[in-house]
């Protein structure tokens, strides 16, 4: 079985149907927004759910990812008894030119 076979990508919305407000909710939380910032600290690269140190319970985790993957911030997929997350910052650029750099950026 190749890699490719072993992933499964969750659901996620299209680029042409993500919007503003879904993007602005997620990224309000705290904990969520630590999540990006730690993905767009290192571009391009996949990272492991559990791999985040968030101090949060584990079902709580979980829901944090989920709204941002509903809102099209990230990306994930299943490898294995991984789930690896992906900033999707060229679909975000792509739609909101400078957005999440401004939010990344902000203190």
């Not at 309000?28 to 910032?37: A, E, G, K, N, Q």
């Not at 767009?40 to 944090?64: D, E």
């Not at 099209?72 to 690896?84: M, N, P, T």
């Amino acid at each position: 079985m190749s890699i490719t076979d072993e992933l499964r990508t969750l659901a996620a919305p299209r680029r042409e149907d993500i919007r503003l407000e879904s993007v602005l909710a997620a990224l309000s939380d705290p904990v969520r927004l630590s999540i990006v910032r730690t993905l767009a600290a290192m571009p391009g690269s996949q990272r492991a759910c559990g791999t985040f140190g968030l101090p949060v319970a584990k079902s709580t985790a979980s829901h944090h990812f989920r709204v941002l993957r509903e809102a099209g911030v990230i990306d994930q997929r299943d490898h294995g008894r991984e789930r690896l997350t992906e900033l999707r910052q060229a679909d975000l650029d792509a739609r909101f030119p400078g957005l999440l750099d401004s939010i990344v950026r902000a203190s």
